[in-house]
């Protein structure tokens, strides 16, 4: 059984950085997409990045590229969100997830796709 666990999130300014990550465990290294998503009340989880574990193919949603940056480290079991540049609407609740897909459906994989989840951490960004 995957299980994730979520660190990192708090306030910041905006054009401030915060790095998010997500311990997994239980999982078959190699093999699995795992992504970020965000949302926000009243709206539905939308994709901010995601990896394939096996050839750390990355992707980004338009909203975040080039402030945005996803990264695994195997060693740790650890996925992270380095997230610089921030902006007022990147405020949300951010989750983690993973599941055992192929490369090429990893990167246009949408949140119901995906079966395991973190808990979710907040990031809130101010003026």
């Known amino acids: 059984q995957v299980r994730m666990v979520e660190s990192g999130g708090g306030s910041v300014q905006a054009g401030g950085s915060l790095r998010l990550s997500c311990a997994i465990f239980?999982?078959?290294?190699?093999?699995?997409?795992m992504g970020w998503f965000r949302q926000v009340p009243g709206k539905e989880r939308e994709g901010v990045a995601r990896?394939?574990?096996?050839?750390?193919?990355?992707s980004y949603a338009d909203s975040v590229k080039g402030r945005f940056t996803i990264s695994q480290d195997n060693a740790e079991n650890t996925v992270y969100l380095q997230m610089n540049s921030l902006k007022p609407e990147d405020t949300a609740m951010y989750y983690c997830?993973?599941?055992?897909?192929?490369?090429?459906?990893?990167?246009?994989?949408?949140?119901?796709?995906?079966?395991?989840w973190g808990q979710g951490t907040q990031v809130t960004v101010s003026l």
């Open positions: 997830a993973a599941d055992y897909l192929s490369s090429g459906s990893c990167h246009g994989a949408e949140a119901r796709v995906f079966r395991y």
């Open positions: 239980g999982y078959i290294p190699g093999q699995i997409c």
């Open positions: 990896i394939y574990s096996g050839s750390s193919t990355t």
